[in-house]
């Protein structure tokens, strides 16, 4: 059973930095790109961010491209963002999320971990 | 605002079918038959029910179904059941530049 077990998160200060994990399980971790999708409060989905299976090649939404940093160590099976120059409206449930089927591009997310609040507030 | 374009509600009453559209452009819906359709309850992590346009996951019920003509895709739930009634959100593929996008989410009401 494929599991996404999310930690992290939390209260940061604008301008501050907070790192989130996801540590996967019951799959073959490098054989899947990852993703991160955020859900502002009382708003819609919003892919943020994705890496490779091997962890090559990264992709980023305009917004953050600058400020978060998404990594993985496929040695311990576990997914990072890293955000930095936290803003206000990164105030979100953030989402990990597996690929279907490709370590190269995205088809479609198969598997969800249960989602970490991030708050940015002074 | 959303790349992809849903209403924001629609409703029906049990038994009934409804059916959600999701607009993109030709960089992504149009482009690439990798629209899907995930159902959100609140608090909870979305699943997803339809993928690659019209295929549905294991376990899905056959009452969902998904299509797609030019730049607009559309979920179609038949037999509306009180536990469909959640928040559906639609995303496509849109190349290696953006990569993905979400619809803005459709609340369904089943009333």
């Known amino acids: 059973e494929v599991q996404l077990l999310q930690s992290g998160g939390g209260l940061g200060q604008p301008g501050g930095s907070l790192r989130l994990s996801c540590v996967a399980s019951?799959?073959?971790?490098?054989?899947?790109?990852m993703s991160w999708v955020r859900q502002v409060p009382g708003k819609g989905l919003d892919w943020v961010s994705s890496?490779?299976?091997?962890?090559?090649?990264?992709y980023y939404k305009a917004s953050v491209r600058d400020r978060f940093a998404i990594s993985r160590d496929n040695s311990k099976n576990t997914l990072y963002l890293q955000m930095n120059s936290l803003r206000a409206e990164d105030t979100a449930v953030y989402y990990c999320?597996?690929?279907?089927?490709?370590?190269?591009?995205?088809?479609?997310?198969?598997?969800w971990g249960q989602g970490t609040l991030v708050t940015v507030s002074s | 605002q959303s790349a992809l374009t849903q209403p924001a509600s629609v409703s029906g009453s049990p038994g009934q079918s409804i059916t959600i559209s999701c607009t993109g452009t030709?960089?992504?819906?149009?482009?690439?038959?990798?629209v899907s359709w995930y159902r959100k309850y609140p608090d909870k992590a979305p699943k997803v029910m339809i993928y690659?346009?019209?295929e549905r996951p294991s376990g899905v019920s056959d009452r969902f179904s998904g299509s797609k003509s030019g730049n607009t895709a559309s979920l179609t739930i038949s037999g509306l059941q009180t536990e469909d009634e959640a928040e559906y959100y639609c995303?496509?593929?849109?190349?290696?530049?953006?990569?993905?996008?979400f619809g803005g989410g459709t609340k369904l009401t089943v009333l």
């Open positions: 690659e346009v019209s």
């Open positions: 030709s960089s992504d819906v149009g482009s690439y038959n990798l």
């Open positions: 890496v490779s299976g091997s962890g090559g090649s990264t």
């Open positions: 999320a597996k690929d279907s089927r490709s370590p190269y591009s995205l088809n479609w997310f198969d598997s």
């Open positions: 995303g496509s593929y849109a190349g290696s530049s953006t990569l993905w996008v």
């Open positions: 019951g799959f073959i971790f490098n054989n899947y790109a």
